[in-house]
Antibody
Framework: EVQLVESGGGLVQPGGSLRLSCAAS????????MSWVRQAPGKGLEWVSA????????YYADSVKGRFTISRDNSKNTLNLQMNSLRVEDTAVYYC??????????????WGQGTLVTVSS | QSALTQPRSVSGSPGQSVTISCTGT?????????VSWYQQHPGKAPKLMIY???KRPSGVPDRFSGSKSGNTASLTISGLQAEDEADYYC??????????FGGGTKLTVL
């Protein structure tokens, strides 16, 4: 059974940093691209970042480029998102999502339960 | 990376069919065969309903179907059921390994 379990969310002040993790199980982790997708309270879904199966290629939405860094450890089946210079508008539930293929094309067949990040003073 | 355009809400009675549109540009929806659709119930994670425009994951009822014409993709739900009431989001590949979601559509089953 495929499982994705996020952790690391919490309350942080504007300008602060936070590191999210997603523990994956039930599939061959290194075969598939992974993404982070967020949802601000009462708002829609927003794609944040993606990483190839090997971890060699990373991609970002313009809204987070230069502030967020996605990474993965295929030996530990873990996906990470390092978030720096956080802004109030980064407040959201962050989901990790598994692609149906090795490259990011938007077919997310499994999602985690989400972890809430609140940026506030 | 502008969000795709979806109607804010649609509604239908049980047994009827409804169609949700998702309009983008030639740089996303119109340029690639990578449009997916997600169903999200309140407080839950999204669920994949359609990917690659028309493909249905195992376990998704065949009442759900996807299509695309030009820069507009569509999700059609036939034989509407009460449990179909949810928010629906489209997502498209936008080139250079980036993705864009639609703003979401609230489906109400009357």
């Amino acid at each position: 059974e495929v499982q994705l379990v996020e952790s690391g969310g919490g309350l942080v002040q504007p300008g602060g940093s936070l590191r999210l993790s997603c523990a994956a199980s039930g599939f061959t982790f290194s075969t598939y691209a992974m993404s982070w997708v967020r949802q601000a309270p009462g708002k829609g879904l927003e794609w944040v970042s993606a990483i190839s199966g090997s971890g060699g290629s990373t991609y970002y939405a313009d809204s987070v480029k230069g502030r967020f860094t996605i990474s993965r450890d295929n030996s530990k089946n873990t996906l990470n998102l390092q978030m720096n210079s956080l802004r109030v508008e980064d407040t959201a539930v962050y989901y990790c999502a598994k692609e149906t293929r090795g490259a990011p094309r938007g077919g997310f067949d499994y999602w985690g339960q989400g972890t809430l990040v609140t940026v506030s003073s | 990376q502008s969000a795709l355009t979806q109607p804010r809400s649609v509604s239908g009675s049980p047994g009827q069919s409804v169609t949700i549109s998702c309009t983008g540009t030639s740089s996303d929806v119109g340029g690639y065969s990578y449009v997916s659709w997600y169903q999200q119930h309140p407080g839950k994670a999204p669920k994949l309903m359609i990917y690659d425009v028309t493909k249905r994951p195992s376990g998704v009822p065949d009442r759900f179907s996807g299509s695309k014409s030009g820069n507009t993709a569509s999700l059609t739900i036939s034989g509407l059921q009460a449990e179909d009431e949810a928010d629906y989001y489209c997502c498209s590949y936008a080139g250079s390994n980036t993705l864009v979601f639609g703003g979401g559509t609230k489906l109400t089953v009357l």
